[in-house]
């Protein structure tokens, strides 16, 4: 069973730019996630989709960053303008419809760097 | 809110050695907790869980107890091995949620 992909793996932009990532979840999954991690620290949520409506965006920066997942399957996090804070991964992850156990399969992160 | 304590990093043991990697959490309820790993080079994979008070998750001779009354999940192994040299997250997901609450994790470093 293919896992979740995630393109590109590394991107290097300039503050004030933009840049998207894009996410195809594990086959069958209804939820898909996108977390930002900082180095050093753990993951931290951003938005949660259901099927193609938006579950959890309360930790998301709406004044620059922005996600779809219009047909409810691939997924697009797009941050417009960049800021050096925003130096990262993202990681992407999917899980099947909703459960009590919960289980995410994560994938490989887009490591961005905004100099 | 919701928030995840790990115990500070980094960790490093000779191989064979015991390993206890402290976790605590804040959450109203009662929440699912996870143990997720990080190898060198690739995603975050699930550990082990536990989602009610008292379950033991277990898994490649991990184990952690959910623990209600401290609030507490801490990962134990009794013999570790080089190959788990990686970065070891608590998570918890709250009652009646699907996402996840991460700690800020645990670099462990196993030398030969």
């Known amino acids: 069973e293919a896992g979740v992909a995630q393109s590109p793996r590394y991107k290097i932009i300039e503050k004030r730019q933009s840049v998207a990532f894009w996410c195809n979840p594990i086959?069958?999954?209804?939820?898909l996630y996108w977390y930002q991690q900082i180095l050093g620290q753990g993951p931290k949520l951003l938005i949660q989709f259901q099927n193609n409506g938006v579950v959890d965006d309360s930790q998301l920066p709406k004044d620059r960053f922005s996600a779809e997942r219009l047909k409810g399957v691939d997924s697009t996090l797009k941050i417009q303008p960049a800021k050096l804070e925003d130096s990262a991964v993202y990681l992407c992850?999917?899980?099947?419809?909703?459960?009590?156990?919960?289980?995410?399969?994560f994938g490989p992160g887009t490591r961005l760097t905004v100099l | 809110g919701d928030s995840v304590t790990q115990m500070e990093g980094p960790v490093t043991l000779s191989e064979e050695a015991f390993l206890t990697i402290n976790c605590t959490y804040t959450a109203t309820g009662y929440p699912s907790l996870f143990w997720y790993v990080q190898y060198p080079g690739e995603g975050l994979q699930l550990l082990l869980k536990a989602t009610k008070a008292d379950d033991k998750g277990s898994n490649k001779g991990f184990e952690a107890t959910y623990r209600k009354e401290t609030t507490s999940f801490h990962l134990e192994k009794g013999s570790v091995q080089v190959s788990d040299s990686a970065v070891y997250f608590c998570a918890l997901s709250p009652q009646g949620a699907q996402k996840l609450v991460f700690g800020q994790g645990t670099r462990l470093t196993i030398n030969p």
């Open positions: 086959s069958g999954h209804a939820t």
């Open positions: 992850a999917s899980s099947p419809s909703a459960g009590v156990y919960n289980e995410q399969f």
